[in-house]
C-alpha cells in the first residue's frame, strides 16, 4: 500500500534499514559483516542518524518532529532493498510497551498445520487450504476444520516430531530478550495449536499465548478442535485483555502477523506490522516489515 506517514504531535521515529547477511552489531550498534563497507549509506539518510543493526538487517534511524516533511525520505527513491518506517510519537511515547505476535510463519519459519499433515500423507492438499485462507479467500474457522480432519488418526506421538522441527524465525530470541529487557511483555495468539505453541512458549519465555486445542483420544488426533476457534475476532479479543491485564494502552501495543487472519489483531494495535505478508494484511498495516527478520521489531520499539 501506499506509504503514509503519521500526522502525531511530537517526534516520530524514521527507520530506513536493508537486510543484510551475517550481521552482527557492535557496542554502538554500527553493523559488523563483511559486505558492511559496501553498502553506502543513502544519500536521504540525513547526516545526524544514528546507525543501527541487527540480526539479518541493517539501518539508520533518527527523530523528526511532525512538521518535518523533509526528514522522512521517499520509498522510491532509496536504493533497491531499502525500506523506510515511521513510528508515530504516540507509539513511540508510550510506556510500558507490549509485543504480541501471530506464530505461524511470523514467530516461527513454518505452519505447523503443514508439518501435522506431512505425517498424514497430506501435506500438499493442507498446503493448499491454508494459503487460500492466509490470502483471505477462505473463512478462517471453516478452513481450520477442514484442514484438522485430515489429521484424523495420526499418533498423538507425532507432535513432539513437529515441536522439535519448529524453528523461531530470525531475531525473534533477540527481540523477546530486548522486551524483557525493558520490563515489558511479549506474548503470542495462533491459529495453530496448543500442543505445539506451549513447549515453544516456555523455550523462548513468553508471557502469555493462545492457540487452539487439538482433540486426542486414546493417543490420537480425533480430527477436532476443542472450543471457541481462535480466528481473527479472538485474536484481537487476547491482544486486548492481555493489554489491559498488564496496564498497557493501545498505543504502547504493537503487532505482528502475515496473513488474513490477522487482520483485526492489526487493527487493535498502537503499530501494525505485517511482517513478509500477504497482499490481504499489507493493506491494514502500518509497517510493511519485508527483512525476514523479527529484529528489526526492537528498533520500531525504541529500543
Excluded at 9 to 26: I, K, N, Q
Excluded at 97 to 109: E, G, N, Q, Y
Aim: hydrophobic share 50%; charged share 20%.
Amino acid at each position: 500500500m501506499p506509504l503514509t506517514f503519521p500526522s502525531s504531535p511530537g517526534t516520530d521515529l524514521v527507520l530506513v534499514y536493508t537486510a543484510m547477511d551475517a550481521t552482527v552489531g557492535s557496542g554502538e550498534g554500527v553493523p559488523v559483516g563483511p559486505d558492511a563497507a559496501r553498502r553506502p549509506t543513502p544519500a536521504s539518510v540525513p547526516a545526524h542518524a544514528v546507525p543501527v543493526a541487527g540480526v539479518g538487517f541493517r539501518g539508520w534511524r533518527w527523530e523528526a518532529t511532525d512538521s518535518e516533511t523533509t526528514g522522512r525520505p521517499d520509498p522510491a527513491l532509496l536504493p533497491a532493498g531499502h525500506a523506510v518506517a515511521v513510528v508515530p510519537a504516540a507509539v513511540l511515547e508510550a510506556t510500558p510497551k507490549m509485543l504480541v505476535m501471530d506464530v505461524d510463519s511470523t514467530l516461527i519459519r513454518q505452519e505447523v498445520i503443514e508439518l501435522l499433515a506431512a505425517h498424514a500423507g497430506r501435506e500438499a492438499e493442507v498446503a493448499a487450504v491454508t494459503e487460500a485462507a492466509m490470502r483471505g479467500e477462505l473463512d478462517f474457522a471453516q478452513s481450520l476444520h477442514h484442514r484438522v480432519q485430515a489429521l484424523a488418526g495420526l499418533e498423538a506421538a507425532v507432535i513432539e516430531d513437529v515441536v522439535a522441527a519448529v524453528e523461531p524465525n530470525p531475531g525473534a530470541r533477540e527481540v523477546i530478550e530486548a522486551f524483557h529487557g525493558a520490563g515489558w511483555q511479549v506474548c503470542a495468539v495462533s491459529g495453530g495449536f496448543t500442543q505445539v505453541l506451549a513447549p515453544l512458549a516456555a523455550d523462548l519465555g513468553l508471557d502469555r499465548y493462545r492457540a487452539n486445542d487439538l482433540e486426542i483420544v486414546e493417543g490420537r488426533l480425533t480430527g477436532r478442535v476443542l472450543g471457541t476457534v481462535v480466528d481473527r475476532a479472538v485474536k484481537a479479543e487476547m491482544l486486548r485483555l492481555w493489554s489491559a491485564e498488564a496496564g498497557v494502552a493501545q498505543p504502547g501495543v504493537m503487532a505482528v502477523g502475515d496473513g488474513a487472519n490477522d487482520i483485526d489483531l492489526l487493527h487493535a494495535a498502537g503499530l501494525a506490522v505485517a511482517f513478509c505478508a500477504k497482499p490481504a494484511l499489507r493493506e491494514h498495516a502500518d509497517v510493511e516489515l519485508d527483512v525476514p527478520s523479527l529484529d528489526v521489531l526492537r528498533i520500531l520499539a525504541g529500543l
